[in-house]
C-alpha cells in the first residue's frame, strides 16, 4: 500500500506540475507576454520592411563630405565595440538641422528595418518616454556601405542597435546591442514599461522550478550588468543548467527566448538561434534570478517576482536587469 501511495503521489505532483506550466503559458499568452511570437516558430517580422542595410547604403550616398567627418569612421574603429545604457555616439542628433528630411526619413527605415512591427512600436514609445522621442537620439556608421564591410549603428538613453549586414562574422545584431526603459521606476511590477512582460515571463520558469531547483537558480548577488564578454564553452556560468530541467520546464526557456526576441527582425532573430545551437543548443544555457543587484538593492517589492535575471551559455549572454527599471545587456556570438 505505502508504494502505491507513492505512486499515486508523484503522479499527482507531475500533473499539479503541468497544470501549472499549462497555466503560465496560458497566462503568458493573455497578458500579451508573446506579442508576435508563435510557440513552435520564430518572429515573422513585416515582410514588406525596406531591408535595413539597403537603406544604410542610401543613408551613407546621401551624406556630404561635412557630414562624413562627423558621423562616419573606418570599420574597426574602438566606438563600434562601445556599449552602453545612457550614451551618445556622435554628437549630432537625428532630429536636428545636421541631417536633412529625406536622411531623417532613411534612418527611420533602417530603425524599421531592424525591428519587428511589435519592437517598432515599443521601441518609440520607451523613447518618447526616456528622451523625448526618435530624434533625440544619434548615430554613427562604421566602414563604406555598399563597397565593403560596414555597420550602422544608434544609441542614446536606454538604447544601443546595430545594422551591420553580416560584416561581423559569428556575431548577432553586429555585436552587443542595449535596450531598456525608466518607466515604473521603483515601482512593484514596473507599470507602464513596455518590458514588464519580459519579467513575467521569466518569471513563469522559476515558477514552475521545485524548491529544490529554485535553490539552483536563485543566486545572490547579479554581476555588473555590462560585463556580458562571452565564455565560449570552458566558461563557468551561475544558476540551473536547462538541460537538467524537464522537457515541460524547457519548453517555457525556449518561449522565454522567443519572447525577448521578439522586438527584432526575422534575420536577427534566424542568426541567434543558430549561434545557440552552435554553442550545444538551449541545454547548454543556464538561467539566473538574483537576490540582489549589484548595488545590493534587493527585490523589487519583495513580491517573489525576480526582476534580475540572466540567460548565459557559451554562445549567448541576456542580462535583464529590471530593478529599478529596465536595463538588458545582450551578446551572442560564436567567437569566445
Known sequence: MAEIQKVQDHEEAELNRRQFIERSSSAALAVGVLPTVGLSGVVRADEAKPVAETAVTALYQTLT????????FPFEHELRRKHNANWK?????????FYSVEQRGLIDEIFKGVTSEDGYGRFQKQMDDDAGGFGEYAIAVFGEPGSGKFEWEMTG???TMRADGDS?????????????HGEGDSVAGLPGNVFSYQVKMANTVFQALDSKQRTNALVAKAPTESDVGLQGVKGEFTGISVGALSSDQQELVEMTVKVILSPYREKDVEEVLSIIKAGGGLQKLNMSFYNTDYNGDGDLGEDGEWNI??????????????????HTYVNIGQSG
Open 168 to 180: 561581423v562574422e559569428k556575431m548577432a545584431f553586429g555585436g552587443p546591442i542595449v535596450y531598456g
Open 65 to 72: 563630405e561635412a557630414q562624413r567627418k562627423v558621423i562616419c
Open 157 to 159: 538613453r536606454h538604447l
Open 309 to 326: 535575471w540572466r540567460l548565459e551559455g557559451p554562445t549567448f549572454v541576456w542580462h535583464f536587469r529590471g530593478q529599478p527599471h529596465v
Open 89 to 97: 555616439i556622435t554628437e549630432p542628433l537625428i532630429g536636428s538641422d
